[in-house]
């Protein structure tokens, strides 16, 4: 007898045994299933394209995330510390041109469009550089773009169900031995308390990841907006008393409730796996469907906007 489909799911038994067979995973691949479903088959495996993806901001972002580890790579050397101080500012703002044009050159940006977004950038770099003497105090930055399970110098992180490999923009140490997590986001940075509902587990993940490949304890991890609106203030779930400066109290966990964030957000992406390896791939966007489906690339045919 002929099988009926079920609605959601793939039925090719040679894709279900390629998905099966998974097992490294990045964090931007759990998020995309997490988010929704059908986005990740269209997004991550038939890698199709929205014909009107915003290419600029997505170039920026990158140039942004090359400009500050050139910066922050040049700033022993040529400002005489490991962290951005009061004393050190005027020596790490005059950096920031040289490690924009080194960014700039690196990411290969067409001459049509460098001029503009170099003036962009290193406004993004100098409004960040000047919060950073108030922010993470007693906290500098040990590792810039610390990647795992992408290059052969590092391999993924057994997460337990599924390894994790990515790259992280920072992570930041402090005199006691203990670590904080940080990514950039030239975009807006989502709120904490609305994590769990917008599928968002990146930097709980590679909480996770740190700990272990360091044997670290994290103390917190946090989203750094490059924004005008979000520079003043890191966004992420941290360990009360153990980081201070440019967080939020609201954000603040106690060391159990802490580890606890990070297992829930380890429960979630080992869902979305299962999920993955299984073919599960209903178009049910998470949280604010106007902003998933916002630049979702299969959002003119996947069926959600007939129902």
Not at 132 to 155: C, K, N, Q, Y
Not at 265 to 273: K, N, Q, Y
Request: with cysteine.
């Amino acid at each position: 007898r002929r099988r009926v489909p079920r609605p959601g799911a793939l039925t090719d038994p040679h894709v279900l045994a390629r998905l099966a067979s998974q097992e490294v995973y990045a964090a931007s691949e759990i998020e995309s299933y997490l988010q929704c479903p059908f986005r990740w088959l269209v997004e991550k495996q038939l890698r199709a394209e929205s014909l009107d993806l915003a290419v600029d901001a997505l170039t920026r972002g990158t140039v942004a995330h090359a400009a500050l580890r050139n910066l922050y790579e040049r700033l022993p050397a040529e400002a005489g510390a490991v962290r951005v101080t009061a004393g050190c500012l005027p020596a790490a703002c005059g950096l920031v041109d040289a490690a924009v044009d080194a960014a700039l050159s690196e990411e290969r940006v067409p001459a049509d469009a460098s001029d503009a977004m170099r003036a962009d950038v290193v406004r993004l770099l100098l409004r960040h550089l000047r919060t950073e003497p108030e922010s993470l105090h007693g906290f500098a930055p040990a590792h810039l773009e610390w990647s795992f399970g992408i290059r052969d110098e590092e391999g993924p992180v057994d997460l337990g169900g599924f390894s994790l490999k990515g790259c992280v923009d920072r992570i930041d140490e402090a005199a006691d031995g203990s670590v904080i997590v940080i990514d950039y986001k030239t975009g807006g940075a989502v709120e904490v308390r609305d994590w769990a509902e917008r599928g968002k587990v990146q930097l709980p993940l590679y909480a996770a990841a740190v700990a272990q490949r360091f044997g670290r304890e994290v103390a917190g991890c946090f989203y750094r907006g490059l924004t005008k609106d979000s520079v003043k203030r890191f966004v992420g779930p941290y360990v009360e008393g153990r980081v201070t400066g440019g967080v939020a109290p609201k954000d603040a966990l106690s060391a159990d409730g802490f580890a606890e964030a990070v297992g829930d957000a380890l429960g979630r992406a080992g869902a979305a796996v299962a999920g993955m390896r299984a073919g599960e791939i209903p178009a049910v966007p998470a949280g604010d469907a106007s902003e998933t489906c916002r630049y979702c690339p299969a959002r003119g045919y996947c069926g959600r906007e007939s129902r």
